[in-house]
């Protein structure tokens, strides 16, 4: 969540971009499925089918589509004082830019970047997706050897791309890489930027590998590490591991890595493969044993994680809305850990108990309400968990997230926008899985 270097030249940038491009092997043309012989599951991975909820309650699939395309419409080509989130920057020598923007807080965030850009994939709009592709290769990705963060991007910026810190957050990354080798499978791999594949190897192998540095940047000096913990096998909340080394819960996607065991780089294939099933029992640690929620941030044993700069650290805050979602979307794809639907049923449990349609945001761990607002993206993740939850509850909350508004007010657009439409295209069957060439 969290500029690149500032170069005096533009034709310097793009030059040093296509330089690091020189590093990879061309594509292969076709990608082998599963050379290792993982166990595939019985999930949408192995059988091709995806759960259309929604469907299953009788709506047909047009109306199912004018629901999709009318979010996707308000929050990418809304207007853009009131609706939109999505917002055209110009361009450079690689093509139109554009960024995706958190509107209350006047930044620009790898969250929100990587996020509209699997939401454009999905949806086949590629023009959006390029235009945000480079936005971040332009403005976020940091290039420079002596930077700290080389081969990060920087979480924050102005609305004018000016950083607001030079470090990254993993979350953003870790959507950048599923959704640039989505795009190589659905559209294949075009030249120097737009060359999905080798970005996606690039950046994937940079979460793991990164070298630990100290050195300056615009905000002082930062010391960088890799985005995962190598003992451990789980994704850090940052990797600037001087400011604590622990983990978020939300952050935790094991029905990607299971992807990066099957088409990442071939030398860390097995260390994915590991820490999918490692996040799947860190579920269960991390998840309250009755309610089934989890805190913002967590120490690798799950236990909550207190950091002073975000006061709901130890609670079910906003971060935490997406645990449920991840943890249900890796059962729907792979079928591997029936806990999962336990964990859902908890949850969906737990927040009928407070009332459907009016249980609030935030919670301690044991069910305490902190803060009344039902929130459009917390309704949107608890349908998602509908794809693992096994009793007749889940059908409330499928229905919760059909009867709900496009999120417009401005406390909302940004991030309950982009969960809502994530989770209509979840819901729906419509996010597929698409390997890379």
């Not at 699997?118 to 390029?130: G, R, T, Y």
Request: charged content about 20%.
């Amino acid at each position: 969540m969290k500029n690149s270097v500032a170069y005096t030249c533009k034709n310097f940038r793009f030059c040093s971009l296509l330089l690091l491009l020189l590093q990879f092997p061309a594509a292969k043309a076709q990608t082998v499925k599963n050379p290792a012989k993982l166990n595939d599951g019985s999930g949408a991975y192995a059988t091709g089918k995806y759960r259309n909820l929604f469907k299953e309650q009788g709506h047909s699939e047009q109306e199912i589509s004018a629901k999709i395309d009318a979010a996707f419409n308000q929050l990418f080509h809304g207007d853009t004082a009131t609706q939109a989130v999505y917002f055209a920057a110009g361009k450079n020598e690689n093509g139109p830019l554009a960024y995706v923007s958190d509107v209350p807080h006047h930044d620009i965030r790898t969250e929100g970047m990587s996020y509209g850009m699997m939401i454009a994939v999905q949806l086949n709009k590629k023009a959006e997706f390029d235009a945000i592709w480079n936005y971040a290769l332009s403005k976020m990705y940091i290039s420079s050897p002596a930077h700290p963060s080389e081969g990060y991007f920087s979480w924050s910026l102005k609305r004018n791309g000016e950083a607001n810190e030079e470090t990254p957050a993993p979350d953003g990354e870790e959507y950048f890489v599923m959704s640039l080798y989505f795009a190589s499978g659905k559209w294949g791999n075009g030249k120097g930027i737009y060359n999905y594949h080798a970005w996606a190897d690039k950046i994937l192998t940079a979460i793991r590998h990164h070298p630990y540095k100290s050195g300056m940047t615009k905000f002082g000096v930062r010391n960088i590490s890799a985005m995962v913990n190598e003992e451990h096998k789980m994704i850090r909340f940052v990797p600037g591991i001087d400011r604590g080394d622990f983990t978020d819960p939300s952050y935790h996607l094991p029905a990607f890595y299971e992807l990066w065991a099957r088409f990442g780089p071939e030398a860390d294939r097995s260390f994915w493969a590991a820490a999918a099933d490692t996040s799947r029992n860190f579920f269960q640690k991390a998840a309250n044993p009755t309610t089934g929620l989890s805190s913002d941030y967590a120490n690798f044993d799950g236990t909550p994680r207190e950091r002073s700069f975000n006061k709901n650290s130890v609670n079910f805050s906003f971060d935490s809305w997406r645990t449920a979602s991840n943890w249900s979307v890796d059962w729907n794809w792979w079928h591997k850990d029936p806990r999962e639907q336990t964990l859902s049923n908890k949850v969906q449990a737990f927040f009928a108990s407070k009332g459907l349609g009016q249980y609030g945001d935030q919670f301690t761990l044991n069910g305490e309400t902190l803060e009344t607002r039902h929130a459009n993206g917390l309704i949107a993740t608890n349908a998602v968990a509908s794809l693992a939850a096994t009793k007749p509850l889940a059908k409330d909350f499928v229905n919760e997230l059909w009867k709900a508004p496009i999120p417009q007010e401005l406390v909302e657009r940004y991030y309950d926008g982009l969960l809502y439409i994530m989770s209509f295209l979840h819901c729906s069957g419509r996010y597929h899985i698409y390997p890379p060439k």
